[in-house]
């Protein structure tokens, strides 16, 4: 039996975030997206600051969202972040935010990243122990 | 170079606000140019988005996609070219492509996915008046009248 890993970060909604219809401005998800990635990168162990220091960093190259329910000012969030693709070159990730107040889902999503050598900004392959990491986190042994 | 007549430019000067430590625009900034396209779809198709409220039609997003092909930065000017990718009774998607104006490099593309509500967000059918105009500026407004 194993699992995927998954990390929850949670949130509040700023007002800032908010727009004239009294809910939560809908790019700001996909900045939550990143919060929930980045915690999920530490989490799992990987120091992108680290990486990104040795001249390697990832790009976004898509990202899609759907939208299930308002959220509003205040409202508490988790998102939730797995991995849902290893590729060659790229990482997909897979999110869910729910909202802690009521339990509804708000939305779901996915990214794709792409690593790059920072310098050209050219797509390089995963480094191996970001992939070591990587593949421990999409089939995690149940219960280690 | 023209455009076809159902796609509407916007021209965008990248603020500082929307690059990160990256020294590129943000991902998520590409979402706020694609809905400052579809406001100026709205208008120059003739009834603006606040006067699409006003007549109690909201239009929130169901789902949003963007594709990043190349890097905007603090400086160039953008052009977000808006179309109406799919009308249906109480659905419209956008299509957006991101141009620089430099270059005319594509930067991305993507399309968000409204519903049609009302004020207490019940689902409504898309109101004649839009209709018609989304009809006037663009033939793909005829595609998908059911639904």
């Known amino acids: ?144 | 170079m023209s455009l076809p007549s159902n796609v509407i430019e916007t021209a965008l000067q990248v603020r500082y606000a929307e690059t990160d430590a990256m020294g590129i625009v943000h991902h998520a900034s590409y979402l706020v140019w694609f809905e400052v396209g579809r406001g100026e779809y709205f208008r120059q198709a003739g009834v603006s988005y606040d006067e699409v409220e006003e007549r109690g039609y909201l239009f929130p997003l169901s789902e949003a996609y963007a594709r990043y092909a190349a890097s905007a930065r603090y400086g160039d000017t953008v052009l977000v070219r808006t179309r109406v990718a799919q009308a249906r009774s109480r659905s419209i998607t956008f299509a957006y492509e991101v141009v620089c104006q430099a270059t005319g490099e594509t930067l991305a593309t993507g399309w968000t996915k409204h519903l049609c509500v009302n004020r207490q967000g019940q689902v409504q059918r898309v109101p004649q008046f839009l209709r018609q105009t989304w009809a006037e500026t663009g033939q793909a407004c005829r595609q998908g009248a059911e639904g």
């Open chain 1, 1 to 144: 039996m194993s699992a995927r890993v998954v990390v929850e970060e949670q949130l509040r909604v700023r007002y800032a975030e908010t727009d004239a219809l009294g809910v939560a401005y809908y790019a700001n998800h996909f900045v939550w997206f990143g919060v929930g990635r980045v915690s999920f990168l530490r989490q799992i162990g990987l120091d992108f600051a680290a990486a990104e220091r040795e001249g390697i960093s990832f790009v976004v190259a898509e990202a899609t969202c759907r939208y299930h329910a308002p959220a509003r000012f205040d409202e508490r969030l988790a998102v939730r972040t797995s991995i849902q693709e290893i590729g060659q070159t790229s990482l997909t990730m897979s999110y869910q935010i729910s909202s802690l107040d009521s339990s509804r889902v708000i939305a779901t999503g996915e990214t794709v990243q792409v690593f790059i050598n920072m310098q050209t900004h050219e797509p390089v392959a995963i480094p191996t122990k970001a992939r070591r990491l990587f593949d421990q986190a999409l089939s995690h042994p149940s219960g280690s």
